[in-house]
């Protein structure tokens, strides 16, 4: 009877999430996701699939879906998805077990400037869930905030735009980077095209995707020409060899952006304990919810990601990197 409970415990754990992922990620972005993740929530026959595969992040929407779009599956309507699915099931299976959800929205660099440039150079910078490493380019691109002149290198081929509320630092320069390192589980490689198409593949569906996948595709050539040390391994136990190599007279700077919730509760924890005994400066970009208890880590707009540094909320932005809100 306990093994039945568990089953059901676990049934209903995926409902909430495809449910969760539905009403308060998609429906703002990708309505299609939003229809499509509802219906899956609510279909006893796809949910038996899905809870075939490993508990944890491999069944989580985000993968799931980047698998149907990385095999050419439709992503319009649920009654299409939910046949071809169905019929191509072991080739989705195949997928989601062998990648990962690795979104890498290089936007992101837009909500990060402000505190990175404030820090004092040259930077030295390492990335847990590194993806492909895109962001940690933050010198090699051009910003534009709310539709200025943008600040950057004139040859900077990427120009991310952002838009501001409250007093937001915004710099005239970008910083100095003399050294850069990326930690993942399974990093990809920009230079490789089918690690490109797999991050493409996780691009919504919606009206800013044109726009998305035009821009990953060339931060991915930025990083290509210049690729970053990129170590496989696990965020808690390779962060403080990484660090050590960092060059001396650079400031660390350590930071992560919608990865922890990909992460068990206990690593958290454990990453959390090794990053505040390493040199340097933190700096997170999360839901709310992965720090609940810092002081202002929810913002007003559920969506939005806390932004802090060495655990001091300062702002919120947008998950895609396309706002900061200023706070601290």
Known sequence: ????????????????????????????????????????????????????????????????????????????????????????????????????????????????????????????????????????????????????????????????????????????????????AGIDLHPLDAGDGEDVRWLESLIWPGPQEVVRRERLRAAARVAAQDPPWMVAGDLVERLPEVVAEAPEGATVVVFHSAVLPYVPRAGVDAFVAVVRGLRGHWVSNEGWRVFPDWEGARPRVSARFTLALDERVVAYTGEHGQSVSWVG
């Open 1 to 180: 009877m306990e093994h039945v409970a568990d089953v059901a415990d676990d049934v209903e754990f995926v409902v909430r999430q495809y449910q969760g992922f539905a009403r308060h990620y998609a429906a703002g972005s990708s309505p299609s996701y939003a229809r499509i993740a509802s219906a899956l929530a609510e279909d006893r026959r796809v949910l038996d699939l899905v809870m075939g595969l490993p508990a944890g992040n491999k069944r989580q929407p985000n993968l799931l879906l980047g698998a149907v779009r990385f095999l050419g599956g439709p992503v319009g309507d649920w009654p299409e998805f939910r046949s071809w699915l169905v019929e191509h099931w072991d080739r989705v299976e195949r997928v989601v077990l062998e990648r990962a959800t690795q979104t890498n929205e290089v936007r992101r660099c837009a909500t990060l400037l402000p505190v990175l440039a404030a820090l004092p150079g040259p930077l030295a910078l390492v990335e847990v869930g590194a993806s492909a490493g895109l962001c940690l380019y933050p010198d090699r691109y051009r910003y534009s905030y709310d539709g200025g002149a943008p600040i950057g290198p004139a040859e900077g081929g990427v120009v991310l735009e952002c838009a501001t509320e409250g007093p937001v630092p915004v710099p005239d320069r970008v910083p100095e980077v003399v050294w850069r």
